[in-house]
């Protein structure tokens, strides 16, 4: 990045979004959700989102079909959701870091390159030979 400064800030009222860097809160309301925690990466007035969420064990999806509906606006508006059991976090809770790091990580370059600052990503889905 740089000279590129980076900042961490938490989401909150009128805080505006920085120039380059990430902001975080608890519980920030998206339409009619609210993540338990939502990252948003910021870059000239640019930003992409990440929800990460806790869920019972079993991941269950509610059966109200309004509900499953209030679920899924997340993914539905464009912001990715990463969702951990509480056993996950028990279990590797330095995995689960390391997945949010990493999806954050995307979410950066996806703007670096939408700036011209980073190659745009390769998204390859077929197996690897």
């Known amino acids: 990045m ?3 400064k980076s900042a961490i800030s938490v989401l909150g009222g009128a805080q505006a979004s920085p120039d380059w860097g990430t ?3 608890v519980k920030q309301k998206i339409r009619d959700f609210t993540p338990g925690i939502l990252l948003k990466a910021c870059m000239k007035g640019d930003f992409r989102r990440l929800a990460v969420e806790c869920h019972a064990p079993n991941r269950a ?3 109200d079909l ?3 509906v209030r679920a899924r606006t997340m993914v539905v508006s464009g912001i990715p959701v990463l969702a951990f059991s509480p056993t996950d976090v028990e279990i590797d809770a330095s995995a689960c870091v390391e997945e949010i790091g990493y999806a954050a990580s995307v979410l950066a370059q996806e703007l670096l390159a939408m700036h011209g ?10 197996p690897r030979s």
């Open 117 to 126: 600052i980073e190659p745009p990503l390769r998204r390859d889905f077929r």
């Open 61 to 63: 999806l509610p059966e």
């Open 66 to 68: 309004h509900t499953r």
């Open 2 to 4: 740089g000279t590129t």
């Open 23 to 25: 902001l975080w809160g």
